[in-house]
């Protein structure tokens, strides 16, 4: 920062600038992490402002003109109006809040200027929430909030005194803030949180991310590349295998030579099929993705009443709204299932419907593969044979694609990952008659062995195929599995070839790089759980489950006022209690042993001195006199002679050893 | 005087007191300051707002907060409470002038004491800190625009500290009381000339007279009445020379002599010829309507006749 000073503490410092950067740096830490994604111009006009007042100070200068701080301001206005569109919403208005901030540090004469300009630094501090709630964030907004309550002590320093004062002001904020930290948990935990907001809530940024609702070449690769948490899966029986784990997201019916995609919704409404066998029962934290999918596997056996949500007749679960903040539900599912034992005409009229001309040999390869005949499902054995034998490559960067996708890809380049093999699949099967549809989702998983829970990243982002066959019904077949066995095994970092290994670290037992990774996720599962989850729901059952009672507003209410003046009570005692001056070791040693003695009945006399008590104890316990007589003489020459440590210690040693049991002798 | 110190409870008004006082907590008062005010408005925007967005961390950091304000307040209270008071001797001044009036303030406690003012209504102090174990001075000023003796009446011991967000106080009233003197006339006249005895040689009065013998110095004896050979000679203990009146006339500042005619006016005129009497090292005698002062000289002397001229007309 331009004029930042040397010597903070102590020195000879313009007080008049020290007053400043104890308004400016709390600002300026609050304000860092808004910065990312506050647009550029405002944190330099912030960065400009700042200096400028700094400047101002360090020379003394006047104030500036009024003209020009309303033509700052005006200019801000105007720019977070064309950049946001309003100053009222969450982004403008704190967009603007931040700028105003800077301009505001040009105006700080009166004790009224500066106590505002702290509490719009305590506003943006609990603003930036609205971005960003990570652990890191967190911890950071926690130190900046420790510095601001230290710019609220220097207020009431004065100014002459602030250079000797930062450090004891600073030491003092953090007292405060770790005093008052069981109170805010005790609110945290027992303020009764409502459901839903109080007046809606405002446009949410809506860049989708994750599973689309259309296939196009290159977009699962984008995903695989991103590496974002996708979601978190809790299994709480065993755990399942990892290629078992086909994470259901958009079913993909229609094709248009390039890509594949829904173009409109499937009727009827609900699917008609049932599970088989024992249903699976877990949990999933969704990561907000600002579209409706919801995953599961399999076939439901219950889905959860929130959110609201609708399942397709092709098992495609969506919510009734996008998904914009981190949503957990619990789902149990059978993973083994018949859907659809008869098929409707209209679907199986799309799931074979196929643009009409284009990609000539393809058609002609599933021709071959539908005269040898045997049925539906030789008809997918061969097709799968055909993917094994002949040479194809599993790659995340394959080379382009033209007109004819299925065709250069079937016959020329070979290299592709699982949109290219489930898409070109798919085709095949609906040239050979086979209904066929695309299933779009997430494949496996990493699982943490620390949290017992499965991760699933970007990077597990999925395509596979589903053909419909007699009396199975629609059945999964996964043509990427035949062509590279290793992704559906271990993921896709074994499935592809070396030069190509994505940068996470390969299961490697013993690796600590991954253990603190794993150990890094399990704690932010746990703080996105326990914190940022810590809504309506959890509340109450979290209190139901440690007394029914608790889980109603009047327990609520009732425990946090018992609790909260219980606990102001304990810090005004902590806080009020008299300390006592502290002994000395020599003292603290003889204080000890006077206890011994009195435990045996030879308390101490209020005006006995150490020779006195030492005659008396030794009188009534002869077999203790030599200890006793030890001791004295030990206390005496270390209190009262040249204090040596060896003394001391020597005292210490013998008080130590001087552990009388068992009652008086006679 | 208007007193606007800081409120108390109506039916416990503060006694007059004047021993030592330690403050407890049951003579302390805590509310929030309007900075407080603020801040409490700004929580609850905050809490309305996390419960809007349904954002936890933003719930825990107002919380924070609130547990902070809270916490301040007990610092605040802990700040003022067991300080021990006692009144300081309050300086004379002259009317038009502020007197000082201060208490001195000790920290029996382990921990330091920081911003505690004292205020009144008509006054403010500069905030004091106390190291634990010190004894500090806690100060106010105050206009004294009238001769007399007055009392300040009722004022506040007081702290924000350390977060401004709570004021925690007490109200006293000390048995104290400020004396104040007349205004001195601006200007210098002769000293009055009675039985026309010539000014110049009133001045004079008390060098030319016969050495009458020694007495103790007293603080205000003119240096050049100081027997210094016999100090030299001695074992240093100062004295100062006395010289009788040898028959000429003593100075009297007179209330009937002065050139003015209104009651104040007088009194001004009087305390400037007091003034310069003492500054000349003059024997003096002041006499007013219905009060006399011999004529003496030093210090006392010259605060016995000012308080005579502050106090005129006061009811006996």
């Known amino acids: ?666 | 005087m208007a007193s606007r110190a800081l409120p108390y409870l109506p039916w416990r008004p503060p006694r007059v007191e004047s021993g030592p006082i330690t403050l407890t907590g049951r003579r302390l008062y805590i509310l929030p300051t309007p900075m407080g005010l603020v801040f409490g408005a700004l929580l609850l925007g905050l809490l309305v707002g996390s419960m809007n967005y349904g954002l936890s961390l933003a719930y825990l950091f107002t919380f924070w907060f609130a547990g902070l304000g809270l916490v301040a307040m007990l610092h605040t209270h802990r700040n003022l409470s067991g300080l021990r008071l006692a009144t300081l001797p309050v300086a004379p001044v002259f009317a038009g002038e502020r007197a000082e009036l201060a208490l001195s303030a000790g920290n029996p406690g382990p921990r330091p004491r920081r911003g505690l003012a004292l205020r009144h209504g008509d006054g403010q102090g500069m905030p004091v800190d106390l190291a634990p174990g010190e004894t500090g001075r806690l100060a106010f000023l105050l206009e004294q625009p009238r001769r007399g003796w007055h009392r300040p009446g009722r004022f506040a011991v007081y702290s924000v500290f350390p977060l401004g967000l709570f004021r925690c106080w007490t109200v006293l009233e000390m048995d104290w009381g400020i004396l104040v003197y007349p205004a001195p006339a601006p200007d210098s006249k002769p000293f009055p000339e009675a039985g026309g005895t010539g000014g110049e040689a009133d001045r004079r009065a008390g060098e030319g007279a016969e050495f009458a013998g020694l007495r103790g110095y007293q603080p205000g004896d003119p240096p050049r009445r100081i027997a210094w050979k016999t100090a030299a000679r001695g074992d240093g203990r100062l004295l100062t020379k006395q010289f009788a009146g040898g028959g000429r006339r003593e100075l009297w500042l007179d209330w009937q002599w002065t050139p003015e005619r209104d009651v104040e006016a007088r009194l001004s005129r009087l305390a400037r010829w007091v003034l310069d009497a003492h500054a000349a090292g003059l024997a003096f005698g002041l006499r007013l309507p219905g009060r006399e002062i011999a004529p003496g000289t030093g210090e006392s002397h010259r605060h016995r006749c000012l308080e005579a001229l502050a106090r005129y007309g006061e009811a006996p």
């Open chain 1, 1 to 666: 920062m331009p004029g930042s000073p040397g010597p903070l503490w102590g020195g000879t410092l313009n007080p008049l600038l020290l007053q400043r950067f104890w308004l400016v740096v709390p600002l300026g830490l609050v304000l860092l992490p808004h910065a990312w994604h506050l647009p550029a111009w405002i944190s330099l006009a912030w960065l400009g402002f700042a200096g400028l007042s700094l400047r101002g100070a360090a020379r003394r200068q006047p104030p500036l003109n009024h003209w020009l701080k309303w033509l700052a301001t005006l200019g801000g206005v105007g720019g977070v109006l064309l950049g946001y569109g309003s100053v009222l919403g969450p982004g403008g208005g704190v967009a603007l809040l931040a700028f105003l901030s800077g301009a505001k540090l040009l105006e700080l004469d009166t004790t009224r200027d500066r106590a505002g300009l702290l509490f719009v630094t305590l506003f943006l501090l609990v603003a930036h929430f609205l971005e960003d709630q990570a652990l890191f964030t967190a911890g950071w907004m926690a130190l900046a909030g420790t510095v601001l309550v230290a710019a609220f002590v220097a207020l009431e320093t004065p100014p002459g005194q602030l250079a000797a004062r930062s450090r004891p002001n600073l030491i003092l904020a953090g007292q405060l803030m770790l005093q008052a930290l069981p109170l805010a948990l005790l609110l945290f935990v027992l303020f009764p949180r409502i459901q839903g907001p109080l007046w809606g809530l405002p446009q949410q940024k809506t860049a989708a991310s994750g599973l689309a609702e259309q296939m196009s070449p290159g977009d699962i690769s984008r995903l695989i590349l991103s590496d974002e948490l996708a979601f978190r899966a809790e299994f709480p029986a065993a755990q399942p295998q990892s290629r078992d784990l086909y994470w259901r997201g958009p079913v993909l019916w229609d094709f248009d030579g390039r890509g594949w995609y829904r173009a409109r919704p499937v009727e009827p409404a609900s699917p008609q099929g049932q599970g088989l066998g024992e249903p699976l029962n877990y949990t999933i934290t969704l990561e907000p993705h600002h579209q409706r999918w919801l995953f599961l596997l399999g076939y439901p056996a219950r889905l959860p009443d929130q959110p609201v949500s609708s399942l397709g007749p092709d098992l495609q679960w969506q919510a009734r709204d996008p998904v914009h903040q981190r949503l957990r539900y619990q789902v149990s599912s059978h993973p083994a299932y018949r859907l659809d034992p008869v098929l409707e005409a209209t679907h199986r009229t799309r799931a074979l419907a196929l643009p009409p001309g284009g990609n000539r040999r393809a058609r002609e390869l599933a021709l071959d593969l539908a005269v040898a005949g045997g049925g539906d499902a030789a008809i997918v054995e061969r097709a799968l044979s055909h993917f094994r034998q002949e040479k194809f490559f599993y790659t995340l960067s394959p080379p382009p694609l033209g007109e004819s996708a299925v065709d250069e890809f079937l016959f020329d380049t070979r290299r592709g990952f699982c949109e290219h093999y489930a898409g070109a699949f798919v085709f095949l099967m609906r040239a050979a008659g086979v209904p066929a549809r695309v299933v779009t989702g997430y494949q496996g998983g990493e699982f943490n062995p620390y949290g017992r829970h499965w991760i699933v990243r970007g990077r597990d982002a999925h395509a596979w195929a589903e053909v419909w066959l007699p009396q199975l019904g629609w059945t999964r077949v996964d043509p990427t599995a035949a062509v590279a066995p290793e992704r559906v095994e271990q993921g896709v970092n074994a499935a592809l070839p070396a030069g190509e290994r994505l940068d996470i670290p390969l299961p490697v037992a013993g690796d600590w790089l991954r253990a603190l990774d794993l150990g890094w996720d399990l704690v932010n599962s746990r703080w996105n759980q326990w914190v940022l989850g810590y809504n309506h729901d959890r509340q109450r059952r979290f209190l139901a489950s440690l007394a029914p009672f608790l889980a109603t507003l009047q327990g609520m209410v009732g425990l946090l006022t018992a609790l909260l003046a219980l606990g102001l009570l304990v810090l005004a005692a902590l806080l009020f209690q008299r300390r006592r001056p502290a002994l000395d070791p020599a003292a603290r040693a003889y204080a000890r042993f006077c206890a011994r003695l009195a435990r045996l009945g030879l308390p101490r006399g209020g005006a006995e001195g150490p020779t006195d008590y030492a005659r008396r104890a030794a009188a009534a316990r002869p077999d203790l006199a030599e200890p006793i007589a030890t001791v004295t003489r030990l206390y005496l020459a270390a209190r009262y002679g040249a204090a040596e440590p060896a003394q001391v210690e020597a005292l210490t040693a013998a008080v130590q050893r001087f552990r009388p049991g068992g009652p008086p002798q006679p």
